[in-house]
């Protein structure tokens, strides 16, 4: 979104990072550079709330952010994306964990209440802001890069049905345990390949760390299945990379997805691993049929949420919201 601000509408744009990003030809500023020493464990609600009480966020016109944060100022514009149902999240964790994200949903919800403008991804996250009577929405969509994530010609890493899961495992929301205990249960017929977590090998669990978004596509295409097991999900970006290189996805129904991608994938429920079993086994005796669908879905993903496409159209409402209200 940053680089398409000054590709698309010639906006000089700043990207608010953590620790400096070497790789990224943008401007940056860099929260450990900013912060006082003395203060640490900075997340995104403190370093924005940080930056907003300093005076740091008035040299913008414009701030965005993924998620309703504090970027809100006196004179900026603020234009935040949020993909699905907050509450919704509560209700499905588990208890402590639900205790743990409380908070932080309502941080959100001030965030984007105090937004002059909010990217809504789901009908889900439209039923979710009119519930908290967040009115200055419109919708939008997440995106995938198709110059990487396309299909592709790569050896399979096992004769077995290999699975494939992306993502921050130790997170007890994206539900992984669930996942390798039904992975376990069918060791002689499937390999799940664990990205974006660290752990120790065993029997048919295989952990390969973070890995980048070249050898991330090599894995969705390796692999026969995407399994997105998590107990909530917003517009998963994982489901639309995996679309996008023509691999199924077989997903938890808690995982928000937009209407028109809705039809090509495969639901399960993530408190029973029974259901998760099942829907594996299914897979595997119909991958033909799966095979189908993912190729009309991988046309879609391509036509519709492709990186260009999508980053022009949400900057361009930004510009425009932002312009109106200036005048």
């Known amino acids: 979104m940053a680089q398409a601000f000054e590709k698309?509408?010639?906006?000089?744009?700043?990207?608010g990072v953590f620790e400096r990003r070497p790789n990224i030809p943008l401007s940056q500023l860099v929260m450990k550079e900013v912060f006082p020493k003395r203060l640490t464990g900075y997340n995104a609600a403190w370093a924005t709330w940080y930056l907003n009480k300093k005076g740091i966020l008035d040299e913008f016109d414009i701030t965005f952010s993924f998620g309703g944060f504090f970027l809100k100022?006196?004179?900026?514009?603020?234009a935040c994306h949020?993909?699905?149902d907050l509450d919704l999240l509560i209700r499905t964790l588990p208890f402590t964990s639900g205790i743990v994200a409380f908070p932080i949903t309502?941080?959100?919800?001030?965030?984007?209440k105090r937004a002059n403008?909010?990217?809504?991804?789901t009908r889900e996250c439209d039923e979710f802001l009119e519930r908290h009577e967040i009115k200055n929405y419109v919708r939008a969509s997440n995106f995938v890069d198709t110059k990487i994530f396309k299909p592709m010609r790569v050896p399979r890493p096992s004769s077995k049905f290999n699975l494939l899961f992306v993502g921050r495992g130790e997170d007890p929301r994206k539900n992984l345990k669930t996942l390798i205990e039904a992975c376990l249960r069918l060791e002689e017929k499937v390999n799940l390949y664990v990205v974006g977590t660290k752990g120790l090998n065993r029997?048919?669990?295989?952990?390969?760390?973070r890995v980048n978004d070249e050898e991330l596509a090599r894995?969705?295409?390796?692999c026969e299945l995407l399994v997105i097991p998590s107990f909530w999900e917003g517009l998963p970006v994982v489901s639309l990379e995996a679309m996008a290189c023509g691999t199924p996805v077989l997903t938890s129904k808690f995982a928000s997805m937009p209407e028109k991608l809705q039809k090509f994938i495969r639901t399960f429920n993530p408190y029973s691993r029974e259901d998760l079993e099942k829907n594996i086994v299914w897979a595997i005796e119909n991958y033909e049929e799966m095979v189908k669908i993912s190729e009309k879905a991988h046309r879609v993903v391509v036509r519709e949420f492709n990186k260009e496409k999508v980053t022009k159209e949400e900057t361009s409402?930004?510009?425009?919201?932002?312009l109106k209200g200036a005048g």
């Open 8 to 15: 698309y509408h010639g906006i000089r744009t700043t990207l």
């Open 73 to 78: 100022t006196k004179d900026n514009f603020y």
């Open 82 to 84: 949020e993909c699905g």
């Open 106 to 112: 309502r941080i959100h919800v001030l965030g984007m």
């Open 117 to 121: 403008l909010v990217l809504s991804l």
């Open 203 to 209: 029997k048919n669990i295989f952990y390969l760390g």
């Open 219 to 222: 894995w969705y295409n390796r």
């Open 317 to 322: 409402l930004i510009v425009r919201a932002f």
